[in-house]
């Protein structure tokens, strides 16, 4: 199994800065409390290493240490709420329209492997990446719509 990054609804009245720590995996949990499978989405690691350039272009908040960082936290925690939620919405809208003209069989060019002199290569569904991503679309647009937010958990 490879290493995936957790895209999680959450309620704003939920809201805690320290709810980051009270997270547990298989299954996902806040507390005692497993998190519905329509509140979050896991995304391929490769996946969001490919397109990690444009989630850079958000402000987001990183509530360890308590400061506004660009893009996600890759090896930990990112909260995207506000105005942020919308970047990202057309982010991610506009990353669907590109794929939606891909072949069935998406194979994308990987990180540089210095050892052996070249890049991998990713190999992905193109129906399964583009539910993954109409899910996370779909969780901000919950998010904006009921003044929620999402949190990002890295790897």
């Given at each position: 199994m490879g290493l995936n990054h957790n895209f999680l609804y959450l309620n704003s009245d939920k809201y805690f800065d320290e709810i980051y720590k009270k997270i547990h995996y298989n299954?996902?949990?806040i507390g005692d409390n497993i998190i519905l499978e329509v509140d979050y989405v896991n995304i391929q690691d490769d996946i969001i290493v490919y397109f990690f350039d444009y989630f850079?272009?958000?402000?987001?908040?990183?509530?360890?240490?308590?400061?506004y960082v660009d893009g996600l936290c890759?090896?930990?925690?990112t909260t995207i709420f506000n105005d942020t939620l919308v970047q990202l919405k057309r982010i991610i809208n506009g990353l669907l329209i590109v794929f939606s003209n891909a072949p069935n069989m998406i194979k994308l060019r990987g990180s540089y492997i210095i050892s052996d002199n070249y890049y991998e290569k990713i190999?992905?569904?193109k129906e399964k990446m583009m539910k993954k991503f109409n899910k996370l679309n779909?969780?901000?647009?919950?998010?904006?719509?009921?003044s929620g937010y999402i949190l990002h958990l890295g790897i």
């Open positions: 299954p996902l949990r850079m272009w958000l402000k987001l908040y990183n509530p360890c240490t308590k400061k890759y090896h930990g925690v190999y992905i569904e779909n969780l901000i647009e919950k998010a904006i719509d009921e």
